[in-house]
């Protein structure tokens, strides 16, 4: 599915090799500025990081493809502090980003209210303009809405419990454990330990500034217990 | 406009490139004595002694001041070089007021529509049955010389470009909303439409009053169309206890324009203006309000200006006694090679306690060659104001970009959206 192959961000990641399968789920943990953001940015393209090294998306090289080329792809990046954009609503953006039209727009309409009803989003939400007066918890639940409309094949979701109160992790797990399909990759930043439980990972990729450690849920559990330094 | 000066003198005077001249060529041949005296000889203005006499008076105190420069505060950053290259045909084929009849004929058959073509006005066949309480309309001196006497007083000496455009239409259309029509033009607003005649580069000017009588509410979706030389100089008169809603649109049609709009507010009347433009060749676009006490002003302009176009702006609101509120929030967009300046000026008398005044100016720049100017004036006289002011200018930024991207917009539909978003 995708996979990294002697990928370095300058400066704070430094050739890795990493390979996510199809239709799994991975948690990534490491500590604080080690760049796990960066590497999640990194992937799907951001014009300011200076990379080097290869990705490989479906066995297809996609080091050259601009990030709008990637997301047609079905890659997709849930920020960890999503960008309000004031003057466009949140339905507004979707619809135009699914490029939807005529007919198609009440059905679009539909799926999204019922998404965002049932992340427990406020009446009108639809009307709202993205991300803007809207709490931290508010904006990782319209990411989340995103990513389940815009035909996406791989998250990769950057903290997505953070702001979150305890009903808006339960929505969350439910949101993602539904998502998931043999055809979805999911990758996941958290060090949210019962997010991770949630979701039954396939594997835990603990980052290192030029290294990787990989293992299963066993591997968060001892980074829980003794900290990074034991792994 | 040639069909207003009266004389081919202008053109006989031109050598070398005879049939084009400048904005300031224009300005000296009619502030000069040959010119007043041939105004002073001209049968149109004597049926009125006193329209003549202020027409007069205005010429002469043209030729004192000329045409603006950067000096002036209105014009600091307007690029009045460039509009003194533009060249300007001054000779065209005979008037003829049939063909322009023609020419406009569609708006006889609109609703509730005005065209306004150098000084001459053309309705649609609604507005000329005269139904009671109708909107009234005094075409130039023909119908009622003592009102046009009345009227003209309104218009004052300036030393921006309303002198000259005043200059160029010894005819003043007035526009005249009843008392007796109270709502029927808010809820069926009145379409008023400045057009140039031909394409030619040739200017053509319009000089107008409308007047919102007592206790009306009155709605005008103003279209704009400059494709030659237009200057306009319109006078609203917002009379006790009335309102006005302007929708403007100024599209880009290839030519050149001024537009002056002078506000003249009588005590607890409302004035709302939304508009929108593209700028031009060269474009100026000023509003200037003069609020007696309890006036309610609201200002809010969304520009697009398209790739290589000027457009400059001056809003003055002049609050000279108490309670009055004013709000102008503008936005302009600049796309490659544009120019644009904004300059708001709140000037507040002693007698003007109670003063509200919130002035916001949002300025987003497409591109580096883009230039872009902002400058809010608040000359206060009095203590008991609250006035505010937020001036930016400021590139697309990088983070909306990246997120819209990684959304699967392309760059340019991505600033597409933000631009919408920014002009929302």
């Known amino acids: 599915m995708l996979k990294l192959t002697n990928y370095s961000v300058s400066p704070v990641l430094e050739n890795l090799n990493i390979e996510f399968d199809v239709g799994r789920t991975y948690i990534i943990m490491g500590s604080n500025g080690i760049g796990k953001s960066t590497l999640l940015h990194s992937i799907m393209g951001r014009p300011d990081l200076e990379v080097s090294g290869d990705v490989e998306l479906n066995g297809e090289n996609i080091n050259e493809f601009e990030v709008d080329e990637r997301a047609k792809a079905g890659m997709f990046i849930g920020f960890q502090s999503p960008t309000s954009i004031p003057g466009l609503s949140n339905f507004q953006f979707l619809k135009q980003a699914l490029n939807t039209k005529g007919t198609e727009i009440r059905e679009t309409l539909e799926k999204f209210k019922g998404l965002s009803q049932s992340l427990g989003l406020p009446e009108g939400w639809d009307k709202r303009n993205l991300n803007t007066d809207a709490s931290g918890g508010e904006k990782k639940k319209n990411e989340l809405i995103q990513m389940q409309m815009l035909n996406t094949s791989l998250a990769m979701l950057d903290e997505p419990d953070s702001g979150l109160d305890v009903d808006g992790i339960k929505a969350l797990s439910k949101q993602l454990n539904e998502w998931r399909t043999a055809d979805n990759t999911l990758i996941v930043v958290t060090h949210y330990e019962k997010l991770i439980e949630s979701l039954n990972p396939d594997a835990i990729i603990v980052l290192k500034k030029d290294h990787v450690v990989g293992g299963g849920k066993e591997l968060a559990q001892k980074i829980f217990a003794e900290g990074f330094d034991s792994v | ?424």
């Open chain 2, 1 to 424: 406009m040639y069909k207003n000066l009266y004389s081919e003198r202008l053109v006989d005077s031109q050598t070398g490139v005879a049939s084009y001249f400048k904005l300031e060529d224009l300005a000296d041949y009619i502030s000069s004595s040959d010119f007043i005296a041939l105004a002073e000889q001209s049968g149109y203005q004597k049926k009125v002694p006193g329209v003549h006499n202020h027409f007069v008076d205005n010429l002469m105190y043209l030729r004192e001041v000329g045409i603006p420069n950067n000096k002036h505060e209105q014009f600091n950053f307007s690029n009045l070089n460039k509009l003194k290259q533009l060249d300007i045909l001054a000779k065209q084929s005979q008037y003829d007021p049939v063909e322009a009849l023609e020419r406009f004929e569609w708006v006889a058959h609109q609703e509730q529509s005005i065209v306004i073509n150098d000084s001459v006005i053309l309705t649609s066949m609604d507005l000329g049955s005269k139904k009671p309480f109708g909107v009234q309309i005094l075409d130039n001196i023909k119908f009622n010389k003592q009102k046009q006497d009345e009227y003209i007083k309104i218009i004052e000496p300036t030393e921006d470009f309303r002198n000259l455009t005043y200059a160029l239409t010894p005819f003043t259309n007035v526009i005249i909303f009843p008392t007796g029509s109270k709502e029927r033009y808010y809820n069926k607003p009145l379409n008023i439409y400045y057009e140039n005649s031909t394409q030619d580069p040739i200017l053509e000017a319009n000089t107008t009053i409308v007047d919102v009588q007592y206790n009306t509410k009155v709605k005008i979706n103003e279209t704009v169309k400059a494709q030659a030389g237009q200057m306009n100089y319109v006078t609203y008169i917002v009379r006790e206890d009335a309102e006005l809603v302007i929708d403007r649109n100024t599209v880009d049609c290839g030519g050149w324009g001024i537009f002056d709009s002078r506000f003249v507010c009588h005590p607890g009347s409302k004035v709302t203006i939304n508009f929108n433009n593209e700028g031009s060749k060269y474009s100026q676009e000023n509003f200037y309000f003069k609020c007696s006490s309890h006036v309610d002003i609201n200002v809010k302009g969304r520009n697009n200006i398209l790739a290589g176009n000027e457009y400059h702006q001056y809003v003055l609101v002049k609050s000279q006694n108490d309670n009055n509120k004013s709000v102008i929030d503008i936005k302009n967009v600049g796309r490659e090679k544009a120019n644009t300046s904004f300059i708001g000026k709140f000037d507040v008398s002693p007698y003007s306690i109670g003063f509200n005044g919130e002035m916001n100016n949002n300025n987003l720049m497409l591109t580096k060659d883009t230039k872009m100017h902002t400058r809010p004036i608040l000359d206060i006289h009095t203590k008991e104001i609250e006035c505010s002011h937020g001036c930016t200018i400021s590139n697309i930024n990088n983070e909306h970009m990246y997120y819209l991207q990684s959304r699967g917009f392309d760059k340019d539909s991505a600033k597409d959206i933000l631009v919408e978003s920014f002009l929302c």
